[in-house]
């Protein structure tokens, strides 16, 4: 059964950085395209960053740009996205995803709260 796991998230103060951490399991994702989505409540679901089966391609939001960093681990069924400077507006549930042809999953996401 395939399952994508989230860590990492948290409470964070504005000018703070967190580290996003994506395990995927259930079977071989070096294929597979790896992103970073947010959903901040009551809003749609946002696409932040996104990066290529080899790692040879990034993806970034306007929004993150320049802030955020989205990286596949040596293990290649890991990925992370490492988030700097955070703002109020960046609060949002993170949710990470796997794709290759139509082949499509979601984990189920971890907070992040930007707050003083």
């Known amino acids: 059964q395939v399952q994508l796991v989230e860590s990492g998230g948290g409470l964070v103060q504005p000018g703070g950085s967190l580290t996003l951490s994506c395990a995927a399991a259930?079977?071989?994702?070096?294929?597979?395209?790896r992103g970073w989505a947010r959903q901040p409540p009551g809003q749609e679901r946002e696409l932040v960053a996104s990066?290529?089966?080899?790692?040879?391609?990034?993806y970034y939001a306007d929004s993150v740009k320049g802030r955020f960093t989205i990286s596949r681990g040596y293990d290649k069924n890991l990925v992370h996205l490492q988030m700097n400077s955070l703002k109020v507006e960046d609060t949002a549930l993170y949710l990470c995803?796997?794709?290759?042809?139509?082949?499509?999953?979601w984990g189920q996401g971890t907070q992040v709260t930007v707050s003083s």
């Open positions: 995803n796997a794709n290759w042809r139509w082949y499509d999953y």
């Open positions: 990066i290529t089966w080899n790692g040879g391609n990034t």
């Open positions: 259930g079977r071989t994702f070096s294929r597979y395209a």
